[in-house]
């Protein structure tokens, strides 16, 4: 059952980066809870859809307008069967060729009518590395 949970999750997760890449603000916010927080990587903070996809489109429209998201399918750790917390590395990529953004998301996800959302999502940037 668990390995079930687990793979509905990576599958939420794949999605979600799809929607990310093809730029739609819309499908990212509704891949949280009705209820869900984001903290972003500059502390900025957003609760429920509304906010989430208005952030969601200065994002993916604006701030980072063309950038490719890829998530590592990471790690799960089931809390209940209702609660899990995924965690993975991320890379944003710039369309242009600029330097890679790599960073670190962990989400505490609830099970809601069948599908695992996000309810609370933690994204950090790594400090670039100055040799």
């Known amino acids: 059952m668990a390995q079930d949970e687990s793979e509905a999750i990576y ?3 794949e999605a979600f980066t799809e929607a990310w890449n093809k730029g739609d603000a819309k499908a990212a916010a509704l891949f949280f809870t009705e209820d869900g927080v984001r903290v972003g990587v500059s502390g900025d903070i ?16 604006q701030t980072m307008s063309g950038a490719v998201v890829s998530l590592e399918r990471g790690t799960i ?4 069967p209702e609660f899990a917390i995924w965690q993975g ?3 944003i990529t710039p369309p242009n060729g600029g330097r890679v953004l790599k960073g670190y998301i962990v ?3 609830q099970k809601v009518g069948g ?8 994204p950090k940037f ?4 100055v040799s």
């Open 11 to 13: 599958k939420e997760i």
């Open 46 to 61: 957003q609760h429920g859809h509304t906010e989430l996809e208005t952030a969601y489109d200065r994002l993916l429209h």
């Open 126 to 129: 790594y400090p670039p590395i």
């Open 89 to 91: 590395g991320l890379e």
């Open 77 to 80: 750790r089931m809390l209940t």
């Open 115 to 122: 599908r695992w959302l996000v309810l609370e999502a933690h």
């Open 107 to 109: 989400q505490v996800m």
